[in-house]
C-alpha cells in the first residue's frame, strides 16, 4: 500500500480538481434556462425539468454518500464524473421536455454522487498524517478557487455566445459542446490524479459489492448521529435557512433585475457580467472567511456571515434601482462565499473517517429539499404581493437561521478551555 498523500500535496490535488470540476460549469450556469426555452420550451415546462434536478440530488444524498464512506471516495467520485459527461451530452442534443428532464435528472445523479466524496477524501488524507487538524483554511482556499473557476467559466461562455463561430447552430449551444468536452477531460483528470489507499475487505467486485452492502448501515449511523448530536442536528437546520436566502440570489435576482429594467433581454444582457462578479466576490469572500476564523474563531465567522448574508438578500428586496440591486446582490454573494467553509469545517468536527461523505451529505440534502420548498411558495407570495416583499421575507427568515449555530459555539468554548488547560 503506498503512503498517503502529504497535506501539501493533497492540497493541490484537491485544487486542481475543484477547477476541473467548476470551470465547466461556469460555461453553463447562466445559459442552462436558455436553450430550453430557446428550443421551444415554455418557462413553466423548463422550470419543471430542471427542478428534477433537485429532487433527485434529495432522493440520492445519502445513498450515494453512504457508498463512498463504505466502498470509497475515489470510485463514487469517478463515476460521479462519467455521469457528469453524460448529462452534458443530453443536454446538447435536448428538443423536448422529456429530453431535458432526463438531462436534469442525470445532472442530479451526478450531483449526488459528487456531494462529498473529494471533500471527504481531502480531509481523511490530511488526517491520516496530521491527525485531528482543522481544514478551515484549506476549505476556503477551495471555495475561493471553486468560485474564481466559475466566474472565468461564465465569462468565457459569454465570450463563446458572443462570438457564434457557427451560423448553421444556436449561439446558446456552444457553450454546452465546450462544456462536454471539459466534463470528459475531468474524467481523466480524476483518473490521473485522484489515488486512494486501497481499503481492507474492498478488493475486487465481490468486495467492492460487500462494501457496498455496508452503506444502510452507514445511513443509519448517520441519521442516529443526527439524532443525537445537538450540533450537527443544529448545523443541518442553519442550511434550512441558508436555503431560503439562496432563493433571493439565485433564483430572484434576475426576476428583479428585469422588473427594474423593465425588460428580461437588457436583465439577461447584464446577467452574464453580473454573474461572473457575483462568483468573483464568492471567491474574496471564502478567502477572508479564512483569516476570520483565525481571528475571532470559526463559529463567530459562521455566524457573522450567517446574519450578513441574510441582512443582504432583505437589502436585495428593499433597493429601488438596477445598480444598486446589483451592488446589494454582490455584497450579499460575498458574503455567501464567506459563510460556506467555515460552516463545512464545523461539519467535519463531527464527523469521523467512516462517515464524513455522510454528514457532508445530510446537509447538502437538506439544502437541495429546502430551496426546491422554498422556491414555489415564495413565488406563491411574490404573485400575491410583489418580487420584493418575497426577498424581504425570505432575507428576514435566513437570518434566524443563525441561532442554531450555538450549540456549536458552545462546543468551540468547551475546545478552547480544554486546549488551554492542558500543560505546555
Not at 422554498?374 to 407570495?381: K, Q, W
Given at each position: 500500500?503506498?503512503?498517503?498523500?502529504?497535506?501539501?500535496?493533497?492540497?493541490?490535488?484537491?485544487?486542481?480538481?475543484?477547477?476541473?470540476?467548476?470551470?465547466?460549469?461556469?460555461?453553463?450556469?447562466?445559459?442552462?434556462?436558455?436553450?430550453?426555452?430557446?428550443?421551444?420550451?415554455?418557462?413553466?415546462?423548463?422550470?419543471?425539468?430542471?427542478?428534477?434536478?433537485?429532487?433527485?440530488?434529495?432522493?440520492?444524498?445519502?445513498?450515494?454518500?453512504?457508498?463512498?464512506?463504505?466502498?470509497?471516495?475515489?470510485?463514487?467520485?469517478?463515476?460521479?464524473?462519467?455521469?457528469?459527461?453524460?448529462?452534458?451530452?443530453?443536454?446538447?442534443?435536448?428538443?423536448?421536455?422529456?429530453?431535458?428532464?432526463?438531462?436534469?435528472?442525470?445532472?442530479?445523479?451526478?450531483?449526488?454522487?459528487?456531494?462529498?466524496?473529494?471533500?471527504?477524501?481531502?480531509?481523511?488524507?490530511?488526517?491520516?498524517?496530521?491527525?485531528?487538524?482543522?481544514?478551515?483554511?484549506?476549505?476556503?482556499?477551495?471555495?475561493?478557487?471553486?468560485g474564481v473557476s466559475i466566474s472565468a467559466g461564465a465569462l468565457v461562455s459569454g465570450?463563446?455566445?458572443?462570438?457564434?463561430?457557427?451560423?448553421?447552430?444556436?449561439?446558446?449551444?456552444?457553450?454546452?459542446?465546450?462544456?462536454?468536452?471539459?466534463?470528459?477531460?475531468?474524467?481523466?483528470?480524476?483518473?490521473?490524479?485522484?489515488?486512494?489507499?486501497?481499503?481492507?475487505?474492498?478488493?475486487?467486485?465481490?468486495?467492492?459489492?460487500?462494501?457496498?452492502?455496508?452503506?444502510?448501515?452507514?445511513?443509519?449511523?448517520?441519521?442516529?448521529?443526527?439524532?443525537?448530536?445537538?450540533?450537527?442536528?443544529?448545523?443541518?437546520?442553519?442550511?434550512?435557512?441558508?436555503?431560503?436566502?439562496?432563493?433571493?440570489?439565485?433564483?430572484?435576482?434576475?426576476?428583479?433585475?428585469?422588473?427594474?429594467?423593465?425588460?428580461?433581454?437588457?436583465?439577461?444582457?447584464?446577467?452574464?457580467?453580473?454573474?461572473?462578479?457575483?462568483?468573483?466576490?464568492?471567491?474574496?469572500?471564502?478567502?477572508?472567511?479564512?483569516?476570520?476564523?483565525?481571528?475571532?474563531?470559526?463559529?463567530?465567522?459562521?455566524?457573522?456571515?450567517?446574519?450578513?448574508?441574510?441582512?443582504?438578500?432583505?437589502?436585495?428586496?428593499?433597493?429601488?434601482?438596477?445598480?444598486?440591486?446589483?451592488?446589494?446582490?454582490?455584497?450579499?454573494?460575498?458574503?455567501?462565499?464567506?459563510?460556506?467553509?467555515?460552516?463545512?469545517?464545523?461539519?467535519?468536527?463531527?464527523?469521523?473517517?467512516?462517515?464524513?461523505?455522510?454528514?457532508?451529505?445530510?446537509?447538502?440534502?437538506?439544502?437541495?429539499?429546502?430551496?426546491?420548498?422554498?422556491?414555489?411558495?415564495?413565488?406563491?407570495?411574490?404573485?400575491?404581493?410583489?418580487?420584493?416583499?418575497?426577498?424581504?421575507?425570505?432575507?428576514?427568515?435566513?437570518?434566524?437561521?443563525?441561532?442554531?449555530?450555538?450549540?456549536?459555539?458552545?462546543?468551540?468554548?468547551?475546545?478552547?478551555?480544554?486546549?488551554?488547560?492542558?500543560?505546555?
Amino acid at each position: 500500500m503506498s503512503a498517503p498523500l502529504t497535506p501539501t500535496a493533497a492540497r493541490r490535488v484537491f485544487l486542481l480538481l475543484t477547477v476541473t470540476r467548476w470551470f465547466p460549469i461556469g460555461l453553463v450556469v447562466g445559459v442552462m434556462t436558455l436553450l430550453p426555452l430557446e428550443r421551444g420550451l415554455s418557462v413553466a415546462a423548463t422550470l419543471t425539468a430542471l427542478a428534477l434536478t433537485g429532487w433527485v440530488v434529495f432522493a440520492l444524498e445519502l445513498p450515494t454518500s453512504s457508498v463512498a464512506d463504505a466502498l470509497g471516495r475515489r470510485p463514487v467520485y469517478l463515476v460521479a464524473s462519467l455521469v457528469q459527461v453524460a448529462a452534458a451530452a443530453v443536454y446538447l442534443v435536448a428538443d423536448s421536455f422529456w429530453g431535458f428532464a432526463l438531462a436534469a435528472g442525470l445532472m442530479g445523479v451526478f450531483r449526488a454522487l459528487d456531494s462529498g466524496p473529494l471533500e471527504a477524501w481531502f480531509v481523511d488524507t490530511v488526517h491520516a498524517t496530521t491527525p485531528g487538524a482543522d481544514v478551515d483554511g484549506h476549505l476556503s482556499a477551495q471555495s475561493t478557487v471553486l468560485g474564481v473557476s466559475i466566474s472565468a467559466g461564465a465569462l468565457v461562455s459569454g465570450g463563446l455566445v458572443w462570438w457564434h463561430p457557427v451560423a448553421s447552430s444556436s449561439a446558446l449551444a456552444l457553450p454546452f459542446a465546450v462544456y462536454l468536452a471539459l466534463a470528459a477531460a475531468h474524467v481523466a483528470a480524476v483518473l490521473v490524479w485522484l489515488k486512494e489507499p486501497a481499503r481492507s475487505g474492498t478488493g475486487g467486485a465481490g468486495g467492492a459489492l460487500a462494501s457496498a452492502r455496508e452503506a444502510p448501515a452507514v445511513v443509519r449511523d448517520g441519521l442516529r448521529l443526527l439524532g443525537r448530536s445537538p450540533v450537527l442536528r443544529g448545523l443541518v437546520v442553519v442550511e434550512v435557512f441558508w436555503s431560503v436566502a439562496m432563493v433571493v440570489f439565485e433564483t430572484f435576482q434576475p426576476i428583479r433585475l428585469a422588473e427594474l429594467l423593465g425588460s428580461g433581454e437588457r436583465a439577461g444582457a447584464w446577467m452574464g457580467a453580473v454573474a461572473a462578479a457575483g462568483w468573483g466576490v464568492f471567491s474574496a469572500g471564502s478567502a477572508l472567511a479564512g483569516r476570520a476564523s483565525r481571528r475571532i474563531g470559526v463559529t463567530r465567522t459562521a455566524v457573522l456571515a450567517r446574519v450578513l448574508n441574510g441582512l443582504g438578500a432583505v437589502t436585495m428586496g428593499l433597493v429601488a434601482g438596477p445598480v444598486a440591486l446589483v451592488a446589494a446582490y454582490l455584497v450579499t454573494y460575498g458574503l455567501h462565499g464567506a459563510g460556506g467553509p467555515v460552516h463545512s469545517a464545523l461539519l467535519h468536527r463531527e464527523a469521523h473517517s467512516g462517515n464524513r461523505a455522510t454528514v457532508l451529505s445530510m446537509n447538502s440534502m437538506m439544502a437541495f429539499a429546502a430551496f426546491s420548498l422554498a422556491t414555489p411558495l415564495l413565488g406563491l407570495l411574490a404573485e400575491r404581493t410583489s418580487t420584493p416583499v418575497a426577498m424581504v421575507t425570505a432575507g428576514a427568515l435566513s437570518v434566524l437561521g443563525a441561532l442554531w449555530y450555538l450549540p456549536a459555539r458552545r462546543q468551540e468554548r468547551r475546545r478552547l478551555a480544554e486546549t488551554a488547560a492542558v500543560p505546555v
